[in-house]
T-cell receptor
Framework: AQKITQTQPGMFVQEKEAVTLDCTYD???????LFWYKQPSSGEMIFLIY??????QNATEGRYSLNFQKARKSANLVISASQLGDSAMYFC???????????FGTGTSLTVIP | GAVVSQHPSRVICKSGTSVKIECRSL??????MFWYRQFPKQSLMLMAT?????????EQGVEKDKFLINHASLTLSTLTVTSAHPEDSSFYIC????????????FGDGTRLSIL
């Protein structure tokens, strides 16, 4: 089974609107970390936001927030007030404490329309 | 500032050449570093886990003799693509993270390898 699933290959959003990028995960470990990365066309991977499995509140970092629904095993990224510079690939990832490996989703390509 | 430095950022070379890519952890000592390959419009594909002072752990299907990994110090891992051919052309990216589950992987800027 896939550890991380991103079901939206491509998304479009109007500038200044909010957009939600979906991510579901699969793990039997009670302790894990969830991460979102942004990859612009230049290729670098930019860490955006982190959510721990035991965190009681949804993580927020500026215009980024994480809609964490533990029972549903989902960790959707919400980008508010979209900007043209938000156009990029977005990857959801999970880290389990056993081993040191990260599991990445297939990514969502976000295009912000002026 | 950058936490992980990767060099070179771009390589164009002839078929048969061996290419070395360096990955340095600048802010912390990394006992483990990771090497990924990424094809256009696709996700990161883990190639191998680089372990300081011991042999790398390769993922299934990755040729150990083609992609040599050396992790000689706690801040440096190298990937050497030996006798590179056009099919090895790709984007290669390394990462390192501190050894706790709430720490993100920090990535280098990647290397675009083009074999003519």
């Amino acid at each position: 089974a896939q550890k991380i699933t991103q079901t939206q290959p491509g998304m479009f959003v109007q500038e200044k609107e909010a957009v939600t990028l979906d991510c579901t995960y699969d793990t039997s470990d009670p302790s894990y970390g969830l991460f979102w990365y942004k990859q612009p066309s230049s290729g670098e991977m930019i860490f955006l936001i982190y959510q721990g499995s035991y965190d009681q509140q949804n993580a927020t970092e500026g215009r980024y927030s994480l809609n964490f629904q533990k029972a549903r095993k989902s960790a959707n990224l919400v980008i508010s007030a979209s900007q043209l510079g938000d156009s990029a690939m977005y990857f959801c990832a999970m880290r389990e404490p056993t081993g040191n490996q990260f599991y990445f989703g297939t990514g969502t390509s976000l295009t912000v329309i002026p | 500032g950058a936490v992980v430095s990767q060099h070179p950022s771009r390589v164009i070379c002839k078929s048969g050449t061996s290419v070395k890519i360096e990955c340095r952890s600048l802010d912390f000592q990394a006992t483990t570093m990771f090497w990924y390959r990424q094809f256009p419009k696709q996700s990161l594909m883990l190639m191998a886990t680089s372990n300081e002072g011991s042999k790398a752990t390769y993922e299934q299907g990755v040729e150990k003799d083609k992609f040599l990994i050396n992790h000689a110090s706690l801040t440096l891992s190298t990937l050497t693509v030996t006798s590179a051919h056009p099919e090895d052309s790709s984007f290669y990216i390394c990462s390192a993270s501190r050894d706790t589950s709430n720490q993100p992987q920090h990535f280098g800027d990647g290397t675009r390898l083009s074999i003519l």
